[in-house]
Structure formats: structure tokens, C-alpha cells
């Protein structure tokens, strides 16, 4: 109770150093938290994360939007992927025995009806006989491959979505801008027509609508087909039922065949790339994995905020541990008659060391623990708001390092703190009060000695006499 009682006693009368250290101990402690999650999962990022990785692959032109350049060109389909040229690529990929799993996106241009299509496009007074149609319609075989999107990612907003387990469905979902425009609602029929014969017609029911999550893709396009949301998305099934994916069709009619190669590591996709490298395809196609590129497009903020953190970690070390540091020190070596009075009244430098450790000890880990508690709870949604796709949850390891860490350093200073007890000099206190006296009469009288070597030394004698009796009165 002794030192539990002296210890509160010397805290509360620095309120402001005591407030200073917790504050310092606590601001350490969440930005370490904080920093240190964020370079964990920039190094799971970087390794078992993107090991962790199932990617897809697609043949994709290299330049898109040189492609849609030409959406007013019919002669310009001449330069699909074809059938015959994913065969030759699987038997490539077969020979080598690179391991894949395909799904597929097929789309064609569509004339709309009565359907108006959203506004924005370059070139929108071109008519549908150039360009096929003001829309675009495009189809998945099953779920995995809405992940090829090339026009992104995109959530139902309202009704429901696409069902590829039953077949017999004439689905289709619009984008949430185009209902609004035309004032369609999910139930209701759309009617499309064929891009080469208005006169053929397609009848499908409204699912549901979607709306992007992102706005990369929301800027102007050569033609109203382009534009993102003026595409129409349905099951393969459909598409095929309704023959529009025809092997020998030209023109506007023939369809854009992507086969969607799927992975189940990156090893895998790599061994596919190295496999089917030499393979001859279309002029300005290319291998791509949506999967890898959206990824990489992750890590660059979290590679700017890693970055960041390295630096902002060094300097809060640094700085935090000197202020630390300075408001130990100020708190132990200002203290000579305490320490000095405590020990001629029989406190033993145990104790007394025990105690000014402890008014170390309680501040800074009050402070630490209170900013580990907030760090933890507050590291991913803070981080979260610079980067999106990661989690900076800080796993137990983690904690228990930072917690072993923090409880270290507050032991440290305390120990700093309990030293400067242990250091004081027990001999100081038995000195006698008159060494300084003694010690500046004898320099004195030696200085006299030097001056007048004729004194005989009865002038120093009196003095010393004089100096003596003073001593005695007081």
C-alpha cells in the first residue's frame, strides 16, 4: 500500500505529465496497431494471397477501343475468336497438359423497338443498319462466367437475377438507367430485333435491374451499342434458343464468342500461358486474366498506404519513444532531496524504486492497452476507407506480438525510472555539511601562502580562529 499509495500521490500532483504520457503511450499504440496491419496484408497480399487466387482467362483485343471504333463496320466481325480458333488452342493447352476448366460469353448488337437507349454516345445519329442495333446483348453459360464482363462488375438492384439452372427461362436483366428512361419495371416484356432483319424479333421477360459498382466505364463510347448501360444481359440458353449464336453467320449476325477459361491456381494459369504461347490467334488479341489485372488494380493503393506507413511507423517510433523517454526522465531525475529524505527515514531502494517504476508503469500501460483495444477495433474500417478489397483485421499473432511489444518498452522506462534510485549515491547522505567550508579554507589559505611568503601565519590562524568560533554559534 506504501508504494501504491505514494506512486497515485506523485500522479495526481503532475495531472499534466501524467495526462501527457498516457496520451503519448495510447497514440503509439493504435498507429502501431493500425500500421502494422496494414503491412500484414500488403505482405499476404503480395504472397499467400494472390497464391490464393482462382483465376479466369480470356482472348481479349488489346486495343477495345480501337475495336469499337470500327461498331459501324459490319466487315469488321471478320476478326472474332472463332470456334475453330479456341480448338486449336485447347489442343495446345491438352498437349502440354496444362489443367483448364471453360465456361462462356457470348454477345451480339440488337436492335431495341421501341426501346430508347441511354444517351451519351460519340457518333448516337448513326443508324442501326450501320452499327446492328443501339444495344448490345450478351449472354453467360452459367455464373462464373459474369466475371469476364468486360463491360464490370454489376449488383441487382432490384428483382432478381439471372437463372442458369432452368433452362426454359427467357430472361433478361437492363441496366437501372435504361429502365428509368423507358419506364420499365421487373415483370414486364421486352420485344429486341435482329441486327441484320428488324422484322425478326425477340420477346424476353424482365428479371431484374442491375446497376455497375464502379464508374470506370461510364464515359462516352463510339456508339449507342457501347455504352454500358445499354447492355442487356441473359443466359446462354436463351441466347442459343433464340439461334443467335450461329456457326456460319456474317456480319452483325455473327456473334462474339469469348470462351472463359477458368483456373484453379495462378500456377495453373501460367503453365496454360506458357503452353498456348506459340499458338497462332487473330490479329490484336491477346491472353488477359480479368481475375490477375483486378487484383493487381487493388494492390496499387494498398501499395501507396504500405508505403505510407513505413515511414509514418518510423517516425512514431522514434518520436513517440523519445517524448516517452523525456517524460521518464523528467519524472525520476528531478527528485534528489525525495529520494535522499525517503532513505534517512528508512525506505529502503527497493521499495522506493518499486514505486517510481510503478508511476511509470501505470500511465503508459493504461495508455497502451486503451490504444491496442481502440487500434484493433478501429484498423480495417479506418483502412478500409483507402482501400477497398482487403481485409486489416489484425489476426491473434499480431496482437500478442504488439501486446508483448508495448509491454516490454513500458518495462523498460519503468526500469529507467527504478535506476535512478538505484544509482543514488547512499554516501552522500552521511557527508559532512562543512566539507565545502573546509575545502574553500584550505584552497584559501594555501592562495594566501603563495601571495605573501613573509606572512608568518598568525593572520591565516585568526581566521581560522574566527571561522570556527562562527561555525560553533551557528
Known amino acids: 500500500m506504501f508504494v501504491a499509495k505514494n506512486a497515485w500521490s506523485a500522479l495526481r500532483r503532475h495531472p499534466w505529465r501524467t495526462v501527457l504520457t498516457v ?83 457470348d454477345s451480339v448488337p440488337v436492335r431495341g423497338g421501341d426501346l430508347t437507349p441511354v444517351s451519351g454516345a460519340a457518333n448516337a445519329d448513326v443508324g442501326a443498319d450501320e452499327t446492328g442495333g443501339d444495344f448490345t446483348l450478351t449472354s453467360f453459360l452459367n455464373a462464373q462466367a459474369v466475371e469476364a464482363n468486360t463491360y464490370g462488375d454489376y449488383r441487382i438492384v432490384d428483382g432478381e437475377g439471372l437463372g442458369y439452372e432452368d433452362v426454359t427461362r427467357h430472361d433478361v436483366i ?15 416484356k421486352v420485344t429486341l430485333g435482329n441486327a441484320k432483319d428488324a422484322k425478326t424479333t425477340y420477346t424476353y421477360n424482365v428479371c431484374g435491374l442491375y446497376a455497375y459498382t464502379d464508374k470506370d466505364g461510364d464515359a462516352a463510347a463510339p456508339f449507342a451499342k457501347y455504352m454500358r448501360d445499354n447492355v442487356l444481359y441473359t443466359t446462354y440458353y436463351a441466347f442459343a434458343s433464340d439461334e443467335l449464336d450461329p456457326l456460319d453467320a456474317s456480319g452483325w449476325r455473327r456473334p462474339d464468342v469469348d470462351v472463359v477459361f477458368l483456373f484453379d491456381t495462378v500456377r495453373q494459369y501460367d503453365a496454360f500461358k506458357a503452353a498456348v504461347n506459340d499458338v497462332t490467334i487473330p490479329s490484336g488479341y491477346h491472353l488477359s486474366s ?47 532531496e525525495e529520494i535522499g529524505f525517503a532513505l534517512q527515514v528508512g525506505v529502503t531502494k527497493g521499495r522506493l524504486a518499486w514505486q517510481f517504476m510503478n508511476e511509470i508503469l501505470w500511465p503508459t500501460l493504461f495508455g497502451a492497452a486503451l490504444g491496442l483495444v481502440i487500434g484493433c477495433f478501429t484498423a480495417n474500417p479506418l483502412a478500409g476507407n483507402f482501400v477497398d478489397g482487403h481485409l486489416f483485421t489484425p489476426d491473434g499473432r499480431l496482437i500478442w506480438n504488439l501486446i508483448w511489444t508495448s509491454a516490454v518498452s513500458c518495462l523498460v522506462l519503468a526500469a529507467i525510472a527504478g535506476i535512478r534510485v538505484a544509482a543514488f549515491p547512499i554516501a552522500q547522505l552521511f557527508a559532512s555539511p562543512y566539507a565545502a567550508y573546509d575545502a574553500h579554507d584550505t584552497t584559501a589559505d594555501t592562495t594566501d601562502a603563495v601571495a605573501d611568503p613573509t606572512d608568518t601565519g598568525t593572520t591565516a590562524d585568526t581566521t581560522d580562529a574566527n571561522d570556527t568560533t562562527d561555525k560553533e554559534q551557528a
Open 174 to 188: 437492363i441496366s437501372k438507367a435504361l429502365a428509368d428512361k423507358n419506364g420499365i419495371k421487373v415483370g414486364d
Open 290 to 336: 480479368p481475375t490477375i489485372e483486378r487484383y493487381e488494380r487493388s494492390l496499387r493503393p494498398l501499395d501507396a498506404l504500405a508505403s505510407t506507413m513505413r515511414l509514418t511507423l518510423i517516425l512514431l517510433w522514434s518520436i513517440g519513444g523519445a517524448l516517452l523517454l523525456a517524460l521518464t526522465l523528467l519524472a525520476a531525475l528531478p527528485r534528489r
Open 23 to 105: 496520451v503519448v503511450s495510447l497514440v503509439v499504440a493504435l498507429w502501431s496497431v493500425f500500421g502494422t496491419a496494414v503491412l500484414h496484408e500488403y505482405n499476404h497480399a503480395h504472397g499467400a494471397g494472390y497464391d490464393q487466387l482462382k483465376p479466369i482467362a480470356t482472348f481479349t483485343p488489346r486495343d477495345v477501343n480501337a475495336m469499337q471504333e470500327q461498331g459501324d463496320n459490319a466487315d469488321s466481325t471478320k476478326n472474332y475468336m472463332t470456334w475453330n480458333d479456341y480448338n486449336v488452342i485447347g489442343t495446345a493447352a491438352n498437349e502440354k497438359n496444362a489443367q483448364f476448366r471453360y465456361t462462356l460469353v
